[in-house]
């Protein structure tokens, strides 16, 4: 497990400014008791402000509460926002540990070259999230699959309705309690594949984790709700023909001969830090993964014939879920018996057994907050 030298002074870069109410800790440990998610929030949010010409100023832990905005707020009209997502982890001496924080570091400065926002230092990254964790410690809960939930983005704040970057960007960070995404738990989910509707072109912002991509999967992840399926898969926009990812996590296909495949990151995919977590996790086992394109036909084709044992997704807040009913127009299919294949299994047990500290991390992929 690595360690920085020193996570307090990381999170001394957003000091607390003023005085913040702590909610009762009765009312906190009836928070932590029934756990879902993104619904309860922490007593603390970290803030920076970018002004063009100025630079990064006033990183602060506040209290969390309501954001006052101009109604001419940039992002409400033009949607100038990206965001990270990342999970703290209890473990049972106590501890706070994150995982791979600085891969989520480096992509919010991609999403962030993508959407004209300024790039935020790593320092800050990190340190805007040992500050928050720190502060808010007691509300990381500790049974078995919760977390906190670290939500960081940024976003157009200044009051303009000219079309250009903003020239003021504020950064936030919030955090929720979070029990498992799914409410069945690790169970086989059913998943709609849209060919009506795309998350992402050539040359769009699919690569980037930005509000758009999300609005835009809203509508077809309601039709796939209405066919009984929790979540939507994209074809690529150019030929709809070739699988992409779900609306906020990637996918595998594991072959009934042990490969494992998953689409080739082509610049309309979003790289999940999960993603490359799990082809390394397969790589140490033995198995290489092939990122390749993977043409619906053939999955449809691979599932009919058992050439295809599993298919799973995998993404920060639903960790690896077995997928087991592919479904569109025209085919509804059983994948596996109802449930988690082996290799998903496998796979889900070796990830959260280093993110919670029950295994090695030969990696170095834990980074202690507190
Ligand atoms: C966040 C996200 C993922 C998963 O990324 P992780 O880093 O593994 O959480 C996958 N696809 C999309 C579209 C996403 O927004």
């Known amino acids: 497990m690595t360690s920085p030298a020193d ?73 100038q926002e990206i965001f ?19 891969r989520n570091a480096e992509r919010f400065n991609r999403s962030a070259r993508r959407l004209a926002l300024p790039e935020l230092p790593v320092e800050d990254f990190l340190g805007s999230i040992a500050a928050l964790v720190s502060a808010d410690r007691e509300w990381v809960p500790s049974t078995p699959g919760s977390s906190l939930y670290l939500r960081p983005f940024a976003f157009a704040s200044e009051a303009f309705l000219g079309v250009r970057s903003a020239h003021e960007v504020t950064y936030l960070v919030i955090a929720s309690p979070v ?23 050539p040359g769009g912002t699919g690569a980037a984790k930005t509000a758009g991509n999300y609005a835009a999967s809203l509508l077809p992840q309601d039709e796939a709700a209405a066919q009984g399926c929790e979540q939507v898969c994209f074809l690529d926009a150019a030929t709809n ?59 449809l084709q691979g599932i009919r014939s058992g050439d295809v044992a599993e298919v799973f997704a995998c993404g920060t807040a639903a960790v690896v879920t077995p997928i087991g009913r592919l479904a569109g127009k025209g085919f509804d299919l059983a994948i596996g ?31 202690r907050l507190v």
């Open 7 to 79: 996570p307090a002074r990381l999170a001394e870069r957003f000091p607390v400014r003023g005085e913040v109410a702590r909610r009762p800790a009765a009312e906190r440990e009836a928070v932590l008791e029934r756990l879902s998610f993104g619904v309860d929030f922490t007593d603390h949010m970290a803030r920076a402000i970018h002004t063009h010409g100025q630079g990064w100023h006033d990183r602060e832990l506040l209290a969390y509460g309501p954001l006052t905005l101009s109604p001419a707020t940039s992002v409400l009209h033009y949607g």
């Open 84 to 102: 990270e997502g990342l999970k703290a982890y209890r473990h049972a001496d106590g501890s706070i540990w994150t995982f791979r924080p600085e």
């Open 179 to 201: 029990g498992p995404y799914f409410a069945k738990g690790f169970k086989p989910v059913a998943i709609w594949v849209s060919t009506d509707y795309h998350r992402a072109g």
């Open 241 to 299: 023909t070739v699988l992409e990812e779900l609306g906020g996590m990637n996918i595998f296909v594991v072959g009934s001969d042990g490969t494992v495949r998953t689409p080739a990151l082509t610049g309309t995919i979003l790289e999940g830090v999960t993603r490359s977590s799990v082809i390394q996790l397969l790589a140490d086992r033995g198995r290489s993964v092939v990122e390749t394109q993977i043409p619906l036909d053939e999955l």
């Open 337 to 367: 018996d109802g449930e988690p294949g082996a290799v998903t299994s496998e796979l889900h047990a070796s990830l959260t057994d280093i993110q919670y500290g029950r295994a090695d991390d030969p990696h170095g992929w834990l980074h």
